[in-house]
């Protein structure tokens, strides 16, 4: 799951939290914006992938 979420964010992912409900997403501080994308789109993008939602975190 990890390779296929930086991928699709377009980000280096640090560490990687998978909870019943949510996959929480920690990436360096400076590309938080990257990996959220213009409105969120990037993150609503891949939890319609995964199918879970998913929460970014500088680290």
């Known amino acids: 799951m990890k390779d296929r979420l930086e991928k699709m964010l377009n980000v280096k ?3 990687l939290e998978e909870l019943e409900d949510k ?4 990436v360096p501080e400076d590309q938080v914006r990257i990996a ?3 409105g969120g789109a990037a993150v609503k993008a891949a939890e319609l992938v995964i199918g879970k939602k998913i929460e970014v975190k500088a680290k």
């Open 13 to 15: 992912i640090l560490d």
């Open 36 to 38: 959220v994308g213009s």
């Open 23 to 26: 996959v929480i997403v920690y």
